[in-house]
């Protein structure tokens, strides 16, 4: 299990639709678990064994999104990049 994150400036339901792009049927192939993209902003997926769990937080001047994982770390890491 890996967790792992990244600032962006891009809109948290941005990253939320990125993120079930990228993990989801068309992507990865994961079962989305959960969405809110009210704050707290956070989508999970689960599937192969394992999960991805993305959360979206901002403070004063930040966004920042973080990624738990297992048994999916280099695809976390992948996803962050994109960002």
């Known amino acids: ?3 792992i994150a990244k600032q962006t400036k891009l809109a948290p339901e941005k990253i939320i639709n990125q993120a079930s792009t990228f993990f989801s049927k068309g992507g990865e192939g ?3 678990d959960e ?3 009210c704050p707290p902003c956070r989508i999970t997926f689960e ?3 394992g999960y991805v769990s993305i959360s ?3 403070d004063e ?3 920042m999104v973080e990624v738990e994982t ?3 770390e280099y695809q976390a890491k992948q996803f962050l990049e994109m960002l």
Do not use: P, Q, S
Request: glycine share 14%; proline share 0%.
């Open 1 to 3: 299990m890996i967790k």
């Open 30 to 32: 994961l079962e989305e």
């Open 35 to 37: 969405r809110n993209t």
């Open 47 to 49: 599937g192969g064994g």
């Open 56 to 58: 979206i937080y901002d």
């Open 61 to 63: 001047k930040n966004r």
């Open 70 to 72: 297992r048994e999916f």
